[in-house]
Nanobody, 124 residues
Framework: QVQLVESGGGMVQSGGSLRLSCAASGRTFSRSAMGWFRQAPGKEREFVAAISWSDYSTYYADSVKGRFTISRDNAKNKNTVSLQMNSLKPEDTAVYYC???????????????WGQGTQVTVSS
């Protein structure tokens, strides 16, 4: 069982930066693949970025490649996964969800656990 709590969302102007964090609890976190998804109003939830549990390999959607960076920290008492978002665009506006699963979470169907979501709004 893994519990996920996101933080760090907010409002920023186009070109600005935000850093999202996801605090994870549960004894299986260190062996869980982690990722971020987002959902804009009227659209389906889409993959943003993922990181493996084994070798920390990273994966990105084409729309965010070069602008977003995912990282994780499995140190004792500090189980977190973060998403650094730079050069934000209005089309990045969405609710961002932290996700965890047994395999690389590049698709919603392989996600076992979701966070509650955090709103990111980018104004033009």
């Amino acid at each position: 069982q893994v519990q996920l709590v996101e933080s760090g969302g907010g409002m920023v102007q186009s070109g600005g930066s935000l850093r999202l964090s996801c605090a994870a609890s549960g004894r299986t976190f260190s062996r869980s693949a982690m990722g971020w998804f987002r959902q804009a109003p009227g659209k389906e939830r889409e993959f943003v970025a993922a990181i493996s549990w084994s070798d920390y390999s990273t994966y990105y959607a084409d729309s965010v490649k070069g602008r977003f960076t995912i990282s994780r920290d499995n140190a004792k008492n500090k189980n977190t996964v973060s998403l650094q978002m730079n050069s934000l665009k209005p089309e990045d506006t969405a609710v961002y969800y932290c996700a965890a699963g047994p395999r690389v979470v590049t698709a919603a169907k392989v996600v076992d656990y979701w966070g509650q979501g955090t709103q990111v709004t980018v104004s033009s």
